[in-house]
């Protein structure tokens, strides 16, 4: 089992470019997230999706797209990059609301 | 504001002693949820604990709850090296069940 699975681990960007997180996971799981997690602020939810074809905003999903066609790939859009996006993303899975989540190793970016 | 806070945000003990951290929330839950994160890494899922649990044990680790202050402990007994890190709560709100938030985080370090 490789558990969630997050591309690429690190990537710059130019601000006003546009660009796709890549998170799998292979344990079947129906939920699943995008955090992102700046210094002094914790966790904060962008977007999550319950079920294929299911997704919801979180506490801070401006700037950001999500879609979800298939229960193992759960893809984060960035549309126009902005210096304020610079941050560490984790994608996180649970079976359902009643289980912990198993998190991604992360993919720190940084846009200039 | 975030719905979890962490107190205190910092602590320092050797090791062998027990170490504590608390969290405290503002709306109703169905779970509470605590995660370790080492430095650079993900999130790690250490327990969860129902909105009708009062306590729960897990290895060296006991988790309370108090639902009447909103609020939970983390307690690490005889603690090692190997538990520095940062320990995060999360909640599982009763409305918007589908999202977890997280707090901003306890970071411990344990002095050998």
């Known amino acids: 089992n490789a558990g969630v699975t997050q591309t690429p681990k690190f990537q710059v960007l130019k601000t006003g470019q546009s660009m796709t997180l890549q998170c799998a996971q292979d344990m079947n799981h129906e939920y699943m997230s995008w955090y992102r997690q700046d210094p002094g602020m914790g966790l904060r939810l962008i977007h999550y999706s319950v079920g294929a074809g299911i997704t919801d905003q979180g506490e801070v999903p401006n700037g950001y797209n999500v879609s979800r066609s298939t229960t193992e790939d759960f893809p984060l859009r960035l549309l126009s990059a902005a210096p304020s996006q610079t941050s560490v993303y984790f994608c996180?899975?649970?079976?359902?609301?009643?289980?912990?989540?198993?998190f991604g190793s992360g993919t720190r970016l940084t846009v200039v | 504001s975030q719905q979890g806070e962490e107190d205190p945000q910092a602590l320092s003990i050797q090791e062998g002693e027990n170490a504590t951290m608390n969290c405290s929330y503002k709306t109703s839950i169905n779970n509470l949820q605590w995660y370790r994160q080492n430095s650079g890494r993900g999130l790690v899922h250490l327990i969860l604990i129902r909105s009708n649990e009062r306590e729960k044990h897990s290895g060296r680790l006991r988790v309370t709850l108090d639902t009447s202050k909103k609020s939970s402990s983390l307690l690490i007994t005889a603690s090692r090296a190997a538990d520095t890190a940062s320990y995060f709560c999360?909640?599982?709100?009763?409305?918007?069940?589908?999202?977890?938030?997280f707090g901003q985080g306890t970071r411990l370090t344990i002095n050998p």
């Open positions: 996180a899975s649970r079976p359902d609301m009643g289980y912990g989540y198993t």
């Open positions: 999360a909640t599982g709100l009763i409305q918007g069940a589908q999202k977890l938030v």
